[in-house]
């Protein structure tokens, strides 16, 4: 790796003071800068990630309406997008 790192890209993400993401989570409750994984930004990847298997339970290349929240292509994908509770254990 020492033989590369002058090809490598220069960091452009900073580094957890300490290295305890804890520490870091902690800081940002008590109105410190915000933390690396914070909502803004981790909800978008969350999203992301949990939709890219939508398509592989459908086996079907699919079209979303994103301020609908839903397929368009192939109605019945959508069944996966959302989640039925037993009564009493809604959200």
Known sequence: MQEQAA???????????????????IRACKGGPAAGADFAYSARL???????????????????DRVRCEVTNVPAANAFLSKGYRPGFGV
């Open 46 to 64: 969350t999203e992301m990630v949990l939709l890219s298997n939508v398509p592989l339970c459908a086996r079907r290349r699919l079209k979303r």
């Open 7 to 25: 090809a490598l890209p220069p960091r452009t993400i900073p580094r957890i003071p300490g290295g305890n993401q804890f520490e870091e989570w």
